[in-house]
């Protein structure tokens, strides 16, 4: 979920703001966290804000994931978002091409809060050309295609 919420710049993922869809499995259950709060994706200014994991709202769930997993199995449902994320963005190109053109004309954040963010990503990444983007719509495309790179 941390992982999804960074790569959508989905914000303000505290506790109240997802759900927990279990799904019951042969070998058990799968949980997966879903939001169902979506008025600060693309909003803010402060990358942390988009890391569930940095809200103390969510610090039981943190501590629960903590316990269950390692880093190995932290790093494979990072790659697998990813990959589910890769691949819902290859099937809804052009859709999410002109949902990406309509972003990048539309005042989605202030400006200083797009500042922010271009230049906390740039660090963050490792890419220059985030500090040349003007609008959130933007940093939205170039982000989601660095984080599927990687």
């Known amino acids: 979920f941390n992982e999804r919420c960074f790569v959508r710049l989905l914000g303000d993922m505290r506790s109240y703001n997802f759900v927990v869809d279990i799904t019951p499995e042969v070998e058990g259950n799968q949980y997966r966290i879903r939001a169902i709060d979506f008025d600060q994706q693309s909003y803010e200014g402060n990358r942390k804000l988009y890391l569930p994991h940095y809200f103390k709202e969510n610090n039981k769930l943190i501590s629960l994931g903590i316990q269950h997993m390692n880093i190995a199995t932290m790093r494979q449902y990072q790659q697998e978002e990813r990959s589910l994320i890769a691949n819902r963005a ?54 989601l295609y660095s984080c599927l790179k990687q």
């Not at 990048?104 to 963010?117: C, F, S, V, Y």
């Open 90 to 143: 290859k099937l809804g190109r052009d859709r999410l091409e002109d949902l990406f053109d309509i972003m990048k004309i539309d005042n989605i954040a202030p400006p200083e809060k797009t500042e922010q963010l271009s230049i906390e990503l740039a660090d963050h990444h490792g890419i220059r050309e985030f500090l040349g983007l003007n609008t959130m719509g933007q940093i939205v495309e170039k982000h």
